[in-house]
């Protein structure tokens, strides 16, 4: 079945450093990659997606590219704020696989950011 | 604005009772989901409704129901609340023409 895992967190930076989440995934067919963010207190919020090998989702200063030779989509940020302090949620869909699916997400275990001044 | 709205948003009940939490969707989307969000478990999926009267289990269904009499509204019931369903429960919608999910605010649910 479809996984997604999610580097080991918490992490902790100081503000403007740069930033790297790392997400694997399994999965058969061709997958949609979301990275999701939870704000405190808050649901979820799509954040940036890629829906097909070697698209880049960016939003917000935030970038993932899909990699499907090395089933990857890794988050990255060039300089972090503290607004950025949140839970970050890579999922996939296999919404693609055949045009069959209706896109149900498979989450990882999610990452906390936490951004100091 | 369209919206997904969720209540009660914070529930305290006993073990053994029948909870029912509701969500609500103003995006006339046909897909619903509700997801349980555990500490090191990410977000796992409970049920999904493709549309009116569809419902489906995911993979952690036991303990849990759903029912869709409308487009709007998918409530989900514990028919039994036991403390191993204390949780955060989101509810979710997608359009089903793309994937991206819309998320709702959470109900804490806590079982004593």
């Known amino acids: 079945g479809n996984s997604v895992t999610q580097m080991e967190g918490p992490v902790t930076l100081s503000e403007e450093a740069f930033l790297t989440i790392n997400c694997t995934y399994t999965?058969?067919?061709?997958?949609?990659l979301f990275w999701y963010v939870q704000y405190p207190g808050e649901g979820l919020q799509l954040l940036l997606k890629?829906?097909?090998?070697?698209d880049k989702g960016s939003n917000k200063g935030f970038e993932a590219t899909y990699r499907k030779e090395t089933t990857s989509f890794h988050l990255e940020k060039g300089s972090v704020q503290v607004s950025d302090s949140a839970v970050y949620f890579c999922?996939?869909?296999?919404?693609?696989?055949?045009?069959?699916?209706?896109?149900?997400?498979?989450f990882g275990q999610g990452t906390i950011l936490t951004v100091h001044p | 604005d369209a919206e997904i709205t969720q209540s009660p948003r914070h529930k305290i009940t006993e073990t053994g009772r029948q909870v029912t939490l509701a969500c609500h969707q103003t995006?006339?989307?046909?897909?619903m989901f509700w997801y349980r969000q555990d500490l090191g478990h990410g977000l796992r999926l409970i049920h999904y409704?493709?549309?009116?009267?569809?419902?489906n289990k995911g993979e952690v269904s036991d303990g849990y129901s759903v029912s869709r009499s409308n487009t709007e509204d998918l409530p989900l019931t514990l028919e039994s609340a036991a403390s191993s369903q204390t949780s955060v429960y989101f509810c979710?919608?997608?359009?089903?023409?793309?994937?991206?999910?819309?998320f709702g605010p959470g109900t804490r649910l806590t079982v004593l």
């Open positions: 979710a919608s997608s359009s089903g023409v793309t994937d991206t999910q819309y």
């Open positions: 999965a058969t067919g061709y997958p949609s």
């Open positions: 890629a829906t097909k090998a070697d």
């Open positions: 999922a996939l869909s296999d919404f693609s696989a055949g045009g069959t699916s209706y896109g149900k997400l498979t």
């Open positions: 995006w006339n989307h046909n897909n």
């Open positions: 409704s493709y549309g009116v009267q569809d419902t």
